[in-house]
């Protein structure tokens, strides 16, 4: 199963997304503003050279979040699925273990119909992710596209099967922090492992090993 790395990268995303349950209520929270947002540590603070935070309002800040949270999390699955996939190749029962080769070429090498069970998970995954957080297009005024609902907090979608998120504000914050310095360090490690065995066609292991 050299698309380990594949199924890694799309179905398990898909399939954290989805839940037919509305997520619980997160911990009071005060207004989303560019002086409390969690994510911004010291002595940095909130890192936004070009200034769209500031020049952002409550609404398109949540946003912002939200497109940033969701890009970090498909990252972080991404970076586990590039190294499990390579690492299991031809070792597996998936796929007959014909599947070789860097990550990045796996997808293409797997049967179309794997194509179509990933295009339906995630498609019902982002369904469910919009019904939660999002307020109905009918619903939206035409000036504010995109629009947020009031009580939620950008990235509470519901899954938590560990029960990990915690009910003290404080904590969850720091938590939402911790989160989101994880998936900042994903987004730029897929970015580098894509870049790197695209240079070359060699994957991240063997890079690794020849290192």
């Known amino acids: 199963m050299k698309t380990v790395a594949a199924l890694t990268l799309l179905a398990a995303p898909a399939a954290a997304f ?38 952002a309002d409550e609404a398109t800040l949540k946003r912002y979040r939200e497109a940033e949270l969701t890009h970090g999390r498909v990252a972080m699955l991404a970076t586990v699925g590039f190294l499990v996939g390579e690492a299991v190749e031809s070792k597996t029962f998936l796929f007959n273990g014909e599947i070789t080769g860097p990550a990045i070429t796996h997808l293409a090498q797997v049967n179309p119909t794997l194509w179509l069970i990933l295009g339906v998970g995630i498609a019902r ?83 690794l090993s020849s290192a």
């Open 18 to 55: 989805f839940t037919n349950k509305k997520p619980a209520p997160a911990p009071a929270a005060p207004a989303f503003t560019v002086d409390n947002i969690p994510g911004a540590l010291a002595p940095v603070g909130l890192f936004d050279p070009l200034g769209f935070a500031a020049k």
């Open 125 to 207: 995954a982002e369904l469910d992710r919009a019904d939660i957080g999002w307020v109905e297009p009918k619903n939206t005024p035409v000036a504010k596209p995109g629009l947020l609902r009031d009580g939620y907090v950008p990235g509470n979608i519901g899954f938590d099967p560990l029960g990990l998120k915690p009910e003290d504000p404080e904590a969850f914050a720091v938590m939402q922090t911790k989160e989101l310095q994880n998936g900042r360090l994903a987004m730029l490690a897929a970015a580098g492992f894509l870049a790197q065995e695209l240079v070359d066609g060699k994957g991240i292991l063997e890079h």
